[in-house]
């Protein structure tokens, strides 16, 4: 990576992919993010009484981990640089799809096992360098933040006279070359930075993982 490299790079505004989850409209970042995984799993979570369960009880913690094992089983398998790769957010995001991914779910048991659902049609086939905030100011605009240099403190490269760390999220590429996610020049790996946005009526939430 040259100099020039990095200074060809510039930011994009874009629009965010968002779901519905009981009430609420819940808007993420577009992948190449990890955030669709989250809107998956509240649509998947949808297709249960989570609330009768009980806060944290083992029945919904069950729910919740198993709905993330397919959102994430699938985002492993489809996210990946959307200026390199058709990414189906909307097939992803489908509330019909969601039901079906649901039916997975076995309440008696842990899935060892997950494997992404196809999408042609509706059958189905913790870090420690991360910094997370919300600063909302008078007016109500809502910046949610994070900085993350991701797996054991970065890269470990100080450029000099700098005083930061570059990251090392480059990691998160795959080298198969069959897959949408592999490596190539000028792309971004699948990241998993997701901040957020959530409203219902009036109200306006900023929130992150």
Request: proline share 8%; net charge negative; glycine share 8%.
């Amino acid at each position: 990576m040259t100099a020039a490299d990095l200074a060809e790079f510039g930011p994009e505004w874009v629009e965010p992919i968002s779901t519905t989850y009981r009430g609420w409209t819940v808007y993420e970042l577009p992948p190449n993010g990890q955030g669709i995984a989250a809107l998956e799993m509240l649509n998947i979570m949808e297709n249960f009484p989570l609330a009768a369960a009980g806060h944290n009880s083992a029945k919904a913690l069950h729910l919740m981990i198993e709905a993330k094992k397919l959102a994430y089983a699938d985002m492993l398998r489809y996210v990946a640089d959307p200026h390199f790769s058709d990414v189906p957010v909307q097939p992803m995001l489908s509330k019909e799809r969601a039901t079906d991914r649901a039916r997975l779910i076995d309440m008696t048991k842990a899935a060892c096992r997950v494997e992404p659902g196809r999408l042609d049609g509706l059958t189905t086939a913790p870090g420690d360098d991360t910094i997370y905030l919300s600063v909302v100011d008078r007016h109500g605009n809502i910046v949610s933040l994070i900085q993350s240099l991701y797996t054991a403190f970065g890269s470990g490269v100080v450029p000099a006279d700098t005083g930061f760390m570059l990251h090392n999220r480059g990691t998160l590429f795959t080298l198969d070359p069959g897959h949408p996610n592999v490596v190539a020049p000028r792309k971004r790996p699948l990241n998993t930075i997701i901040p957020g946005f959530m409203s219902r009526g009036d109200v306006r939430i900023g929130f992150g993982i």
